[in-house]
């Protein structure tokens, strides 16, 4: 009596051995662990260089709308100096205030600056300002000591700033603002006027 012959032969699935289960889990853990390590390196590395802060209110006004986020180069200071028109971020010098402000650079170390009938000048020489909003209705007169610089809202008449709080410890400056990034539309490179030489 013949045996019959199956049409099809079923292949019993192979199991893999049981050690080398282990092992899967354990290169899987230290890939995503390697992942972890890696992003956790690329963000501060990009803090250190770089930092991303978001315009609140009208002082800067009308080249800095609110609620836009900008873009700040860290080592801009550290590689070069200060330049009169930077717009730069620094931590607020009023005690009470925990704020990180953004400002326009007016007046350098050494200088003085003087504002009276809505002109602004640096060592007797009068800027040309195209970026304001409106000429400043406050006059005063200000010595801008080293290590520190007078800065001021682009839109005059409401900012508090070098005007009103007095001068900006160069310490406490966090960057210089370079790029508009958000909203898409308002996209750019910001516009740093070139400074006005101020008389020696």
């Not at 019959?4 to 192979?14: K, L």
């Not at 893999?16 to 956790?40: G, H, I, M, Q, Y």
């Not at 007078?150 to 009103?164: A, Q, Y």
């Given at each position: ?36 390590v890696?992003s ?5 590395a ?41 717009i ?33 000048s640096?060592n ?13 209705r ?47 539309p ?15």
């Amino acid at each position: 009596m013949t045996t019959p012959i199956p049409e099809e032969i079923t292949q019993a699935p192979v199991e893999e051995p049981a050690e080398d289960k282990p092992n899967a889990f354990w290169r899987f853990l230290l890939d995503l662990l390697e992942t972890l390590v890696l992003s956790v390196l690329l963000y501060l590395a990009i803090n250190a260089v770089s930092a991303r802060v978001r315009v609140d209110g009208f002082s800067m006004r009308p080249t800095l709308q609110d609620g836009q986020y900008v873009l700040v180069n860290r080592l801009a200071y550290r590689f070069g100096e200060t330049q009169r028109g930077d717009i730069v971020v620094f931590h607020s010098p009023v005690a009470a205030t925990q704020l990180d402000l953004i400002k326009r650079v007016v007046g350098l170390p050494g200088e003085t600056v003087n504002i009276r009938n809505g002109v602004v000048s640096v060592n007797g020489v009068t800027l040309t300002e195209p970026y304001i909003a409106d000429a400043p209705r406050y006059n005063g007169e200000w010595v801008v000591p080293e290590g520190h610089l007078f800065v001021l809202g682009d839109n005059r008449n409401d900012s508090s700033d070098s005007h009103s709080w007095g001068l900006l410890p160069t310490a406490n400056v966090i960057g210089k603002a370079i790029l508009i990034y958000w909203p898409p539309p308002a996209w750019e490179l910001i516009d740093h006027v070139p400074p006005v030489a101020a008389a020696p």
